[in-house]
């Protein structure tokens, strides 16, 4: 448990301190089992200055080195959460974690990097970026950007070169939803997808149709439905399997990968599963709350523990979080984030006449973890390496940053967990670390625990006890061309060539 120190950043004041016995830079690992994504075995693992050296049964080395007896415990990559919004504005006020606070939440969950959504700055990216960068000097651990894309012209399509070859960003957010403020058109996402063909970067969306969701939230209105629950009535799920087949085909038209964040409906998992059968190169993230969570709490009567569920898209119904399982154990979906967007009661409140006002988004960055191995592992869904590779792996290639993330292997950065399979987590809203006043999994128990979380090398988890330095964080950098544009070229040549057959005229000449 820690206060809310960060804020001015006292040392040693509830369980911080800047310096530790353990955090020496040489670190053994002794006995436990490594987890990778491709295989476990049992090993030890010796890390120097935040780098993994030496992955191995029976190492031996001196007595300047910080021992750590995993016997018994996994050992394995720190979490990676692929969607997070830290120190966000978003809806009239900004979100309550920021990037020390969420990050210090994350890594008492065990993840020891987060990819973050930057908003442009009247629509500049450049702006947005140096906004982030400044958000972000209390970072604690590792950290990448996504960019958001909210309008359209020369100078955003400029830009979006600089992000890539000079900003270490390769992934870019279009959000359908959201009329008003941050939603694009069609034309727009077009473009955009085209733009991020061609720099070899992500294209990511917020798949709803947020015009549908502005007629169904009139509908609502009219009929008096001003409650929480008039939130998840007003954008079904009809509507997200809309814009998640519309962005799909789009994608496919410019043929570039398309990344459909937060799914949270069988209707969006369809399509994506329909897409990936063709061939096509479609992501897709579920999120904890999505897995977890049903719409129940939505109709709750009181206000305060209503409006803590409301995000975008919304909590299904119950049988939604079964199927979204299902299709994370099979493949169909391939990584989990969070969306980890929290505001505090009071601020939930701004819409306690009307739904359309409550800020919209849930927390996780500390729950994520616990929750999907205790969801997926314990009831026998997927492998312990399997978690290893929706909950780290797969974001670490799909962002470009594999083996240096996502891996316990020599060379790979040291962001490490010690998880003990046999004891137990249980999540309270009193207890988190998050400064959010409510947690949607208050209450929860289940079986499993991170006893250590390491970044770079460093042991800033342990005996339930943080030991985080606002200003230690590290910004990563993702190259462009993922393993996802593998083949993108040869399949554009086709096409062309598939052309001269109907349209020789054209390819003839001269
Ligand atoms: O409700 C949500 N999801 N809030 C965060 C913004 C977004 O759409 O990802
Ligand atoms: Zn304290
Ligand atoms: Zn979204
Ligand atoms: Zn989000």
Not at 285 to 297: Q, R, T
Not at 455 to 476: A, F, H, M, N, T
């Amino acid at each position: 448990q820690f206060c809310d120190a960060g804020v001015g950043y006292p040392e040693s004041t509830c369980g911080f301190s800047s310096s530790s016995s353990s955090s020496s830079s040489k670190l053994l690992i002794k006995g436990g089992t490594v987890l990778n994504a491709h295989q476990q075995e049992v090993a030890d693992v010796y890390v120097e200055d935040g780098i993994i050296v030496a992955v191995k049964p029976n190492i031996k080395v001196d007595e300047d080195v910080t021992l750590l007896d995993a016997t018994g415990k996994y050992v394995m990559p720190g979490g990676i959460d692929p969607h997070t919004h830290l120190a966000m504005e978003f809806m009239g006020t900004e979100t309550i974690d920021d990037f020390f606070s969420g990050q210090a939440a994350a890594l008492a969950g065990g993840t020891t990097m987060h990819i973050d959504f930057v908003i442009p700055v009247n629509g500049s990216l450049v702006a947005g970026f140096e906004a982030y960068k400044k958000k972000a000097k209390k970072s604690c651990m590792n950290y990448g950007f996504h960019m958001a894309i909210t309008k359209w012209d020369e100078s955003v399509s400029r830009e979006m070169e600089i992000m890539v070859k000079e900003k270490g960003i390769n992934s870019f957010k279009f959000f359908m939803a959201y009329k008003g403020s941050l939603m694009i058109s069609d034309e727009l996402l077009l473009q955009g997808l085209e733009r991020c063909k061609s720099l070899g970067a992500l294209a990511m969306v917020h798949a709803e149709n947020g015009d549908a969701v502005f007629e169904g939230q009139k509908r609502m209105i009219d009929l008096g439905i001003t409650g929480p629950e008039g939130h998840a009535l007003s954008r079904p799920p009809v509507l997200e399997g809309e814009a998640t087949a519309r962005a799909i085909r789009l994608a496919k038209f410019v043929n570039t990968p398309l990344y459909v964040v937060h799914v949270m409906s069988i209707d969006a998992m369809e399509e994506i599963a329909r897409a990936r059968k063709s061939g096509q190169k479609v992501i897709g993230e579920p999120v904890v709350s999505g897995l977890v969570l049903n719409d129940s709490g939505l109709w709750d009567p009181d206000f305060v523990t209503a409006a803590k569920y409301v995000m975008s898209p919304p909590i299904r119904e119950s049988g939604h979080d079964k199927a979204l399982q299902a299709a994370l154990s099979t493949g169909v979906l391939q990584l989990v984030g969070t969306d980890h967007c929290t505001f505090n009661s009071t601020q939930k409140a701004f819409g306690i006449d009307d739904f359309r006002k409550i800020p919209n988004g849930v927390n996780g960055i500390e729950e994520r973890m616990h929750l999907v191995w205790d969801t997926m592992v314990e009831s026998g869904q997927i492998s312990v390496t399997d978690f290893v590779r929706i909950t780290s792996t797969e974001c670490a290639r799909i962002f470009n940053i594999y083996p240096r993330k996502g891996a316990i292997l020599v060379g790979s950065d040291a962001d490490i967990i010690i998880f003990n399979p046999n004891s137990s987590f249980e999540i309270s809203a009193s207890m988190h670390h998050s400064r959010t006043d409510t947690n949607v999994y208050d209450g929860r128990k289940g079986k499993g625990k991170v006893e250590v979380t390491i970044v770079g090398g460093r042991v800033v988890w342990q005996d339930d006890e943080l030991k985080v330095v606002p200003g230690s964080g590290k910004y990563i950098e993702m190259p462009p061309f993922s393993y996802l544009f593998n083949g993108i070229d040869k399949a554009d040549a086709k096409y062309l060539s598939s052309l001269q057959a109907p349209v020789k005229r054209y390819f003839t000449a001269s």
